[in-house]
């Protein structure tokens, strides 16, 4: 999970980033969306809403859209032959990484609906991790940050 050896580096992050005057004047605000392939998505997009609380895409102007709350989001492109996504990486494309409050509570609450939830012991610098699948085999990496509020 996060200590993993595939996991790109977090260290000398400052080092690699743009000079203040090389930024960018205009940079995204976040992520505006996840879209992939499923073999059944209405089912899916069902299980996220029902287990992770994502509302369903709005199929109307009276319906709303997930709304997340602000705060970090690491992108991190992984080398192709990573491990990271799990034992069936290799056929794996992405993950997504949620953001939790609290992850004993996340987990005991997925665990009690029957999904299995592997919760990493270690405490990183950054926070504590667990691990899941949805119905398909995508992994979904649960974050309860340290600082919630970097």
């Keep these: 999970m996060a200590g993993d050896k595939d996991a790109p580096s977090q260290a000398g992050h400052a ?6 005057e090389d930024a ?5 605000l976040g992520i505006g969306g996840l879209f992939f ?4 998505p209405k089912v899916l997009s069902h299980w996220y809403r029902d287990h992770l609380g994502i ?3 709005p199929s109307s102007h009276d319906m709303l859209p997930w709304h997340t709350e602000a705060g970090i989001t690491v992108f991190a492109p992984f080398p192709q032959d990573s491990d990271y996504f799990g034992a069936d990486s290799q056929t794996k494309q992405w993950m997504v990484n949620f953001r939790v409050r609290d992850l004993d ?4 609450q997925l665990q009690s609906k029957g999904i299995a939830v592997k919760i990493d012991p270690m405490t990183y610098p950054n926070g504590r991790f667990a691990r899941l699948y949805d119905p398909e ?3 979904i990496e649960l974050w309860q ?6």
């Design 105 to 108: 509570k996340m987990a005991a």
């Design 55 to 57: 509302n369903l895409t």
């Design 137 to 139: 085999g995508n992994p």
């Design 15 to 20: 080092s690699t980033s743009p000079a203040v």
């Design 145 to 150: 940050p340290k600082n919630p509020a970097a």
């Design 24 to 28: 960018p004047t205009e940079k995204v």
């Design 37 to 40: 392939r499923s073999k059944d």
